[in-house]
């Protein structure tokens, strides 16, 4: 389902986007922090994301980006990014799925990020990195009560909280681009239901526009900060669900370049890839083609990771299942 698939991504956006503390030593952390987790590194991240904690204790980041490590991991981890990418109808999010000693591990680091940041807003109602990470706290809230607890209306009433939050903080600081990302996530997800839903989603004020939502999120790609790379990862999922091929496949790949070591956005350009050539098999357009080079790069990259020793065999079932996947598509 589009709605729990774009509230996972939102777990990600709301918490790398807009870190822009002044501290020298925090934003080197920060960033640190996020290349380990972006390579899949979630010990490594953790240990960076104490040591902001530890350095600012008072500053929401740290807390913020912990839970964001121990709830990615988790998703990454769990089967429930592993279906079948080909067809919707493959996805399932039963509730339960995550560990609940990790579950309250994430709760703790939320709450505590919500806490630093509204007692931050006490002191100072216009202090643009509490609004944000006040916004950010919310977001993972909505994200957790969407994926797991699936109980969507609950989840867009605080993700509208959070959406709100940003909006305040680009009045404050127009230029803070990174704050888009969760007002895009917005439009693209209210834009993106059926009309009875939609219509829901209004009764408490909630609306959005799939064309307006995929501005702000290349907006952000384009001349966000810290935010740039997340507003790219959700690009890929989205170009896809409009068909754009070869959109997607030019982000997945410059993500797969840049984090190596993350074996999933390389299936994410294996996937793109696959359907692309399979859109262009069936397309009557002259100018839409594919060549045998292109299948050939496709099922080089499941090679290339069925061969890397470095993986758990769960991963490289996965990998094999996505290949024959990927076979049978264009057969």
């Known amino acids: 389902m589009i709605w729990t698939r774009i509230f996972l991504i939102l777990i990600l956006c709301t918490t790398v986007a807009g870190q822009s503390a002044p501290e020298t030593q925090l934003d ?7 290349q380990a987790l972006y390579n899949l590194d979630y010990e490594g991240a953790r240990r960076l994301f104490q040591k902001m904690v530890d350095v600012a204790p008072d500053h929401p980041a740290g807390a913020q980006n912990f839970a964001a490590s121990l709830w990615l ?3 990454n981890e769990s089967w429930e990014l592993k279906s079948t990418l080909y067809s919707d109808k493959a996805y399932t999010s039963g509730k339960g799925r995550v560990d609940p000693r990790q579950a309250e591990e994430f709760r703790k680091w939320t709450r505590r990020a919500k806490q630093i940041a509204e007692a931050r807003l006490r002191r100072d109602p216009r202090d643009v990195e509490a609004l944000y ?3 950010a706290a919310e977001g993972l809230e909505a994200a ?7 109980r969507f209306m609950a989840a867009l009433r605080t993700g509208s909280s959070a959406v709100d939050h940003h909006r305040k903080v680009l009045e404050l ?3 803070f681009y990174d704050a888009e990302l969760t007002i895009g996530i917005q439009n693209y997800v209210i834009g993106a239901l059926p009309l ?12 959005g526009s799939k064309k307006r939502g995929l501005k702000l999120l290349e907006h952000v790609a384009a001349e966000g900060q810290r935010g740039r790379d997340v507003a790219r990862v959700m690009l890929v999922d989205l170009y896809k669900r409009e068909k754009r091929w070869d959109d997607a496949i030019a982000v997945a790949r410059e993500l797969s370049e840049k984090y190596p070591r993350n074996y999933l956005f390389k299936l994410q350009l294996a996937d793109a890839m696959a359907l692309r050539i399979a859109a262009a098999r069936k397309s009557k357009d002259a100018k839409v083609s594919t060549s045998p080079t292109d ?4 099922f080089s990259i499941f090679e290339s990771l069925l061969r890397d020793k470095t993986l758990p065999p ?3 079932e996965l990998i094999q299942f996505r290949r024959n996947e990927a076979l049978r598509l264009l057969k």
């Open 73 to 75: 991991q988790q998703l």
């Open 196 to 207: 009875p839903l939609k219509m829901v989603a209004g009764t408490i004020g909630v609306r």
């Open 314 to 316: 769960q991963t490289t």
């Open 173 to 175: 600081s127009p230029q």
């Open 144 to 150: 957790f009560t969407a994926a797991v607890e699936r």
């Open 28 to 34: 080197t952390l920060r960033a640190e922090g996020f």
């Open 133 to 135: 990470y006040l916004g």
């Open 295 to 298: 299948e050939k790069e496709l």
